[in-house]
């Protein structure tokens, strides 16, 4: 574990830091919201990224999808003027680093330029359109950003006793002056982790406020977990709750009845924020499983359905999702995605409540409840007539 960091040293400090992570988290708030609601009059008036409605998509009319511009607009802000003004803050993450004479931390330019980078291509994508390897190839790069910047896993906390360590084998490769290090085995598995996540999210961006309000309370999970004594990165918490709070300014304009929806850029970045906040600074990757355990059960569930009929489980549009089955076995929404975020904000206070073998105990145990749960209302769903579409 990393030492305590001198930055909570004493009890003052603390009181301005809890101070600071508020003022800062409420203007990101008030920004995003008013953000949201001039691209959300901009593109209705200007007819932009308003693509035409989908099959798995639930709503009768084509909505603006600008969100996730206003969400990361708002992030990569109000992060770098925080950078500015509290530069001791990011310095925690351990990597000091120059740009064009501005001093930031490595760590934290992996982050905000992979999720610019991130935004734009799925931009494109959002206005219009992009071809699934061409999108693919644009998070390649997002995670290539991450790796040179230094973020990635160093080793898992083996619920059994000592750390598994992911440093061996390594390959260094010199770039001018500049030395950079392949970590084979915790780059490949960041890979996985990145690429799942923000495809992952995306995935079950079909209902109204559930991949935002799912972000929201991950990036909450995460940033108190951050907190704790025992973790004690202040740097990575303010990241979440900036994250959480920008996306919580878009969610009142997407909750139900939704008035503007991420878009992919939007979707793509809540997932990448979550996969890298969940590994910075060491592993939360079983804290964060926790937290979205519904949504990765079902989206299991959902490409092996894929797979068995035959459909690419990836690019298929369709309505087979959790929170379709929720509808097809006569919920009205948005009761569903209610649903989903009791079922996720209680596994997240489990996740900060437990440790070890424990927690590890706990998610075999939720695998199971969830993977029955879901295929239960799977079952009562395709039973009862609804006036969704048959391929549900």
């Not at 603390?14 to 003022?23: C, S």
């Not at 190839?137 to 995670?143: D, M, R, T």
């Not at 079902?298 to 309505?319: C, E, H, M, S």
Request: charged share 10%; aromatic share 12%; hydrophobic share 55%.
């Amino acid at each position: 574990m990393q030492p305590p960091l001198p930055l909570l040293a004493n009890e003052g400090i603390k009181r301005n830091m809890t101070f600071l992570f508020i003022l800062i988290s409420t203007i990101s708030f008030l920004l995003a919201v008013l953000t949201t609601y001039f691209l959300y009059r901009w593109a209705k008036r200007r007819g932009f990224f308003i693509p035409p409605k989908r099959e798995r998509d639930i709503h009768e009319k084509p909505i603006p999808r600008v969100g996730g511009l206003a969400i990361v607009g708002c992030f990569t802000i109000v992060i770098l003027l925080a950078n500015f003004i509290w530069p001791q803050l990011f310095a925690t993450l351990g990597f000091p680093f120059k740009i064009i004479g501005i001093s930031i931390d490595k760590r934290l330019l992996g982050v905000l330029l992979g999720g610019i980078i991130l935004a734009i291509i799925m931009a494109i994508d959002d206005y219009r359109g992009l071809n699934a390897w061409v999108k693919l190839l644009g998070q390649i790069l997002v995670w290539g950003i991450v790796v040179a910047c230094g973020i990635g896993l160093t080793y898992f906390n083996n619920p059994f006793g000592l750390y598994i360590n992911l440093m061996d084998p390594q390959t260094a490769i010199q770039i001018g002056a500049a030395t950079y290090h392949i970590i084979w085995i915790a780059d490949i598995i960041l890979f996985v982790w990145l690429i799942g996540m923000m495809n992952g999210v995306n995935f079950i961006d079909g209902a109204d406020g559930l991949a935002g309000g799912l972000g929201v309370i991950g990036f909450i999970v995460i940033g108190i977990l951050s907190l704790m004594p025992t973790i004690n990165q202040p740097a990575v918490a303010m990241l979440a709750f900036v994250a959480a709070a920008v996306t919580l300014g878009f969610l009142i304009f997407n909750f139900y009845p939704a008035k503007v929806f991420l878009g992919d850029v939007g979707a793509m970045w809540i997932g990448f924020m979550l996969a890298v906040l969940s590994v910075i600074s060491g592993g939360k990757l079983a804290t964060l499983f926790l937290v979205l355990a519904v949504v990765i059960m079902d989206g299991f569930i959902v490409v092996v359905y894929r797979l068995a009929r035959g459909k690419n489980p990836l690019t298929t549009a369709d309505q087979t999702h959790v929170h379709h089955r929720f509808i097809a076995a006569g919920l009205k929404m948005p009761y569903p995605v209610i649903i989903i975020y009791i079922l996720s904000a209680t596994f997240g206070v489990l996740a900060l409540t437990t440790h070890g073998r424990v927690k590890w105990i706990l998610i075999a145990v939720l695998t199971i409840v969830v993977f029955l749960m879901l295929i239960g209302v799977r079952i009562i769903g395709k039973n009862k007539p609804t006036g969704l579409s048959n391929n549900i």
